[in-house]
């Protein structure tokens, strides 16, 4: 550039310069579209940590608690859970119900969107709830969800009858028509679950196989998008959906996340502000019990050991099993192993969960203790076990999830049953959550800790697992009588309530009386959570965490 050119150009820059030092404020203000310095500032974000990677993005496939939390903060059914844990409208205005309880029609809103800027139509709805009961789908939780309570969902399943004819219809675009089996009164609970969510068909069959692995391969109609996942990411984000119904509600402009398994690593993050809420482990609670920031809830996960008969001439022997879940300290567990709030569990439905009708009273106290710590009987039913099958010594494989806490609690079970039984030898596998739901899926495993969580307010979300065919079940594991009970409370009784628990009564005496299972404890969550955190709520069913009306404190 030339030295003239070069002058004028300085010249005239310094003269620009004095004319905005001389301006009014309005002259100063930038550009209705650029926003200022402090509200670009002002972003608001909340940071978390996810103890795994999140197994499944895909509402059809997943089974686990972290993958149903992403696709409740992502998506949104037919309704949705708000504040007080009450169904609350989501794609669905409202809905009727037939006189004879058979068929409830949904009123679906007009100006809810897919993040690509689709309409959500009933249509989408159709095309999910059937792709979920198809065996080419191979999901879990659609033939668990759905069997028994939407009319030839089993049938369909099985490889019976063909998707087309499931119970479900589109009336038009804006109108969902289902059709039940029986009577169902916690039906529209369901509807809040990730199961029930609805699927873009264009989209879906578009992806084909790399559908719902990455974000560019999935759509939100919920509060916020998934930005920067894969199936294998250790951090993601949950970004503001700008295109959701009812984003004017949505007050958090990202919630980031990563995965942390460690948790002393976890507490740095926490102490230096990274991030604002974390779980404690056994060994911290005492050091912040005391701290302003430290908080217990209750919750409603069960966790138990499965045995799978099929694969351990061992496990496939009642008295062994029933030796094994007499035989660890559960109180000690709780108290000294986790510390965190969590209680031994003592049956399968999860204390203070739901009255028995007419009584009001919780229906783990009237079930009672079914399996307990009792080291004299595990030693006598171990020794008439190892009789019947004709040996001294047994081995076993123990798989576990692995997360630094569930190390120790498996480490410690494993110690009192090889110490307990004698000719017991336990070996600990530990994997990734995601590689240990595969196995249990196709019952590569031998002894296994596992949990399960309610889906809907009604003791059916537990008690349907271990049914003969339940895709949950996966421990070979089958009771005639156990499957009547249980299938009755949805048929027979469905509209008797009173008649419906007393079979469940009855039913969970058969499964611990059978050694079904092994019960361990029920979970409560031991955390610091910094003030900043507003409007995250804990459900007590379906995802753990709600994220819509999350918030920042000023």
């Known amino acids: 550039m030339k030295a003239k050119q070069w002058l004028l150009l300085l010249t005239f820059g310094l003269l620009l310069s004095l004319l905005a030092a001389c301006s009014d404020d309005e002259t100063k203000k930038p550009a209705s579209n650029e926003p200022k310095e402090e509200e670009q500032a002002k972003e608001k974000v909340l940071s978390f940590i996810n103890p795994e990677a999140i197994p499944s993005m895909d509402p059809s496939k997943a089974t686990d608690e972290s993958s149903f939390v992403y696709l409740a903060a992502t998506m949104e059914g037919l309704y949705r859970l708000d504040e007080k844990t009450q169904t609350a409208p989501g794609m669905a205005i409202d809905h009727e119900v037939s006189t004879d309880g058979l068929t409830w029609t949904f009123n679906l809103r007009e100006d809810a969107k897919w993040s690509n800027g689709d309409p ?9 709830w059937q792709r979920a009961v198809n065996p080419e789908t191979g999901s879990e939780y659609g033939p668990y969800m759905m069997n028994g309570v939407i009319k030839n ?5 099985k490889g019976e009858l063909t998707p087309d004819k499931l119970g479900v219809k589109a009336d038009g675009d804006y109108k969902f028509v289902v059709e039940l089996e029986n009577p169902t009164p916690y039906f529209e609970t369901l509807t809040t679950f990730g199961t029930f969510f609805p699927l873009n068909q264009k989209f879906v069959e578009e992806k084909g196989a790399d559908f719902a692995l990455s974000t560019e391969n999935l759509l939100a109609n919920g509060p916020y998008t998934i930005s920067d996942w894969t199936s294998t990411s250790d951090k993601w984000n949950l970004v ?7 984003a004017k509600t949505v007050k958090m402009d990202k919630l980031t996340f990563t995965v942390v398994k460690d948790p002393q690593t976890a507490l740095s993050l926490y102490e230096e502000g990274t991030v604002q809420r974390i779980d404690l482990t056994s060994d911290l609670v005492d050091q912040y019990s005391t701290n302003e920031d430290y908080a217990v809830s209750a919750d409603t996960f ?16 009642k008295n062994i099993r029933a030796a094994i879940s007499r035989a660890f300290n559960k109180e000690a567990l709780v108290d000294e192993i986790l510390n965190n709030g969590s ?19 919780d229906f783990r106290k009237v079930s009672g203790d079914l399996v307990t710590y009792d080291l004299e009987a595990a030693k006598e039913l171990w020794a008439k076990g190892l009789a019947e099958i004709g040996t001294d010594s047994v ?4 798989l576990a999830d692995d997360d630094q806490t569930t190390k120790i609690l498996i480490e410690y079970v494993a110690n009192q049953l090889s110490t307990n039984l004698d000719g017991l030898k336990v070996n600990i596998k530990q994997i990734p959550k995601k590689q240990r739901l595969e196995l249990d899926k196709s019952m590569e495993y031998e002894l296994q800790l596992t949990r399960w969580g309610p889906d809907f307010l009604d003791p059916y979300t537990y008690m349907l697992l271990f049914t003969t065919d339940s895709g949950n079940n996966m421990t070979g594991y089958s009771s005639p009588v156990y499957d009547k009970l249980v299938f009755d409370t949805a048929s027979t009784l469905a509209t008797d309530n009173v008649a419906r628990y007393k079979n469940f009564l009855e039913a969970e005496k058969v499964l611990f009386e059978d050694a079904a299972i092994a019960p361990v404890y029920q979970a409560s969550r031991a955390q610091l959570i910094s003030p900043k955190v507003q409007g995250v709520f804990v459900n007590p069913f379906g995802a753990t965490y709600e994220y819509k009306w999350a918030d920042v404190a000023e």
């Open 120 to 128: 959500v139509t009933a249509h989408d709805f159709v095309y999910a």
């Open 153 to 157: 969902a089993e049938a369909i399943s």
């Open 240 to 246: 503001k959906n700008e295109k959701y119904w009812d």
């Open 302 to 317: 069960v966790y138990f050991l499965k045995f799978n008969q099929t694969t351990s001439d061992a496990l496939a022997n």
């Open 343 to 361: 209680i031994a569990a003592n049956g399968l439905i999860p204390k203070d969960f739901t009255p028995i009708p007419e009584s009001g009273e």
């Open 395 to 398: 081995e076993i494989e123990f």
